[in-house]
């Protein structure tokens, strides 16, 4: 049985930092490609950010800008999404998720395993 366990998330302010963090159980972490989904109420689940199964090869949203940076450890079986400099608009539920294969994708239905989300709520 395969479960992410996310967590990290919280209230912050504007132009503040926030390190998520997703670690999985029940696969073989460093076969899969990470990525970093949100989604905020009414809306559908948008990309973030991706990586490969060593975290060398890293793709990121347009809106991110150089704030947002993944990353993995793959003896922890953990993924991270590190933001900074935090805006209203990345208020949303945060999602990781793991995906076999050995390319690069931005579509949610691609994603094979996913957590369970973690809320980020960015006050102006």
């Known amino acids: 049985q395969v479960t992410l366990v996310e967590s990290g998330g919280g209230l912050v302010q504007a132009g503040d930092s926030l390190r998520l963090s997703c670690t999985a159980f029940?696969?073989?972490?460093?076969?899969?490609?990470m990525g970093w989904f949100r989604q905020a109420p009414g809306q559908e689940r948008e990309f973030v950010a991706t990586?490969?199964?060593?975290?060398?090869?890293?793709h990121y949203a347009d809106f991110v800008k150089g704030r947002f940076t993944i990353s993995r450890d793959n003896a922890k079986s953990t993924t991270y999404l590190q933001m900074s400099s935090l805006k209203p608009e990345d208020t949303a539920l945060y999602y990781c998720?793991?995906?076999?294969?050995?390319?690069?994708?931005?579509?949610?239905?691609?994603?094979?395993?996913w957590g369970q989300g973690t809320q980020v709520t960015v006050s102006s």
């Open positions: 998720a793991l995906r076999s294969g050995s390319i690069f994708t931005i579509t949610p239905a691609m994603y094979n395993y």
């Open positions: 990586g490969d199964a060593s975290g060398g090869m890293t």
């Open positions: 029940g696969v073989t972490f460093n076969n899969y490609f």
